[in-house]
């Protein structure tokens, strides 16, 4: 499977948004990672609908990867999905009824994915493997950018792997907090095919750079190694 970057605009300047997202795309990030925090599930509060929608607005059409940290997830999907968000991904403790909730993702229009904290079991998977099209695997502790990455998480994306494969779906494995350049390759050898990465693109002052030499990295040691170039 391709390597995806996904930017997180978390660590972008919010001042200038749209100029930023245009210019993350440019540099060659797949995707856009739009954190979604509500001050209850998580100690910050960032953006919500009216900013994805805006992005839409001013003509991104790039998949935006919305990552909800909020309690309660099902009023905010439909909004979302109204907004122009591609994935809508959430963690399974901020909600009451976990099947339901990715349900109405999939009927809004949306692909549903998973969000594991990093004490959070992978068991939330066991009945829902079908219904998914996203694993987000967390190695930070959600609530801000610019945190070190948890190595556990290593481990932790390994059994996600296992678990994919066990199933044959196209499910996207993402990795969420403290991904570098440097951290890249041991990432994908672990079984991560899909990088958000937000303060190592944003505070670069070479986005395309810093992208490329992330791709390669993962590239570098990836199961998919063969499906692409390192460009
Ligand atoms: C943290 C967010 C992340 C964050 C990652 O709660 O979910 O997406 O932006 O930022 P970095 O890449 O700086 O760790
Ligand atoms: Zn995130």
Redesign the pocket.
Known sequence: MAIIISA?I??ADFARLGDEVKAVLAAGADWI?F?V?DNHY?PNLTIGPMVCEALRKAGIDAPIDV?L?VSPVDPLVADFAKAGASYISFHPEATHHVDRTIQLIRDCGCRPGLVFNPATPLNWLDYVMEKIDLILI?S?N??????KFIPQALHKLAQARTRIDAVKRDIRLEI????KVDNAAAIAAAGADTF?????IFGSNDYAGTIKAMRAQAYSSSSSSSSSSSS
């Open positions: 997180s978390l660590s990672h954190d925090m998580v990552h940290m967390m930070v959600p609530g801000f950018g610019g945190q969420d907090g403290g991904v958000v990465s937000g303060s190592a």
